[in-house]
């Protein structure tokens, strides 16, 4: 049965679909604690980072929401259970801050920075880990901390 | 438990967010139809024959998507499950569209044109019940022909 | 020198990127007539009935914006002056509608058919020549009637 | 007469809705230049640094494309000459920055921010004068630098 859905807790995780192991060890643990906490993991619904934090997401239990760039919703990660096709390309990482509560970013290039300033323009709450340096983002040390300051933040 | 849900064939309910009585009762019972086979319900996430197919579809237990033309998600009617928000306005038509396997237009007006356009576009099947009478669309008769012709096209 | 662009009336030509001779005759006697007028000959920038507008347009020393679906401005026909690459696929076709003060369909498949619906959703007049029968559309029995109709609508 | 518009450079100028008077002094400043040289100014076509530099461009004899977030080409600024309605929001600031060969950021915000990321994504050289600190921006010291820049980078 499926219920309640509705009244979890989007968390988005944003960054790279190419990103160092400890990154992507980072993006799974993050993933897990969402699906532990009872959140919405909200990705882009690629490879990487957003692959990971979706892989633990689904370890935990939890439920994935993907916002790809494509048309074909298979080629979502595999841990990806609701995905969304855009045909928008990059411009769709402007869907990916808009369906979420708060925003936590791990590492990532400039699509990562993309979605971090579209996470501040939607009033978002954005934290990070490892990644970029911008004003009104805010920095946590860990995984722990970065989930945690997730749920406080909604 | 959540699972399986990226297995389910998507059904896409496209029709106007204002219809007459016959319309909504039609579209309810086609939700009603899809999430009994397990189907998701996809559709454009406000009233009308929308609101009437997935309150039809969580009535039976299923799943609902509604992809939305505004910002946020808590626009979307009281039976979504995942609401996802685009802030295209109408242009979010072509991702109704997009998102489902196959697509039962009931009633509708120009949206509903357009989003039966964009199915055909993208090689989906669209069956129509009541609706525009568009060469390719597969025209139904009932709400059970028209979902047992939505589950025997994908 | 280049003024007044602004106050132009902006006509939309729509139609397939393949169609026949006659289609294509047609579009390029529409263009050559808004191009006349002042007209601003707006499109989706790529081939056939988009490109023999374009091309009317241009031989009446007239002024051309083709709205693509892709990445690049390189790809818009050769007589399109003002090429805005959106990267949204076919998404973009609400987009031509859009930016048209009003539409003359001529032949055309489905893509068409969505640009029509989106004209008629904003609603814009949609004039249409051997297109698509759709309530609400003004039928013109020649290209000079087409013109003469879009500049009164406007 | 119109001619060789499609030849030209395109030169984008980003930044905010509002801004001190000093970042509209440079951005109208760098449209002024932009104009002289012969090139297109694109910008998201509303207030503050795009208004200033749109009417130094025209101040220059050029031309202007803006790209709009909303669904009226009216809303332009009044030194926009080509007004290009998207409907999208600030999802919309993607296409700013793909319709751009070079991209001059001026002040602004996270909306700046964004397109500054988009720029870097889609492989544009990124212009700063007194923005965003973003590895892989390039800073310009005055507009004249900045616009120098622009034109060697194309």
Redesign the interface.
């Known amino acids: 049965?499926?219920k309640d859905?509705?009244a979890r807790p989007?968390i988005g995780v944003i960054g790279g679909s190419r990103a160092k192991k400890a990154a992507l060890r980072d993006a799974r643990q993050i993933g897990l604690l969402v699906g532990r906490r009872g959140g919405i993991l909200v990705c882009g619904g690629l490879g990487g980072v957003m692959e990971a934090a979706s892989r633990g997401a689904k370890e935990a239990?939890g439920?994935t929401?993907g916002?790809l760039p494509g048309?074909a919703?298979r080629e979502a990660n595999p841990s990806?259970?609701?995905?969304?096709?855009?045909?928008?390309?990059?411009?769709r990482?402007?869907?990916v801050a808009?369906?979420a509560d708060v925003l936590i970013a791990v590492d990532g290039e400039?699509?990562t920075?993309?979605e971090?300033?579209?996470g501040?323009?939607?009033g978002r709450r954005v934290i990070g880990l490892g990644t970029w340096n911008?004003p009104?983002l805010i920095a946590a040390g860990s995984p722990e901390e970065a989930v945690e300051l997730a749920f406080k933040a909604r």
Chains 1, 2, 3, 4 share one sequence.
């Not at 990806?80 to 411009?91: F, S």
């Open positions: 049965m499926i859905i509705r989007r239990g439920l929401l916002i048309n919703p990806i259970d609701i995905a969304v096709a855009t045909g928008l390309g990059y411009t990482n402007s869907l808009l369906n400039y699509g920075l993309s971090i300033a579209f501040l323009i939607y911008i009104g």
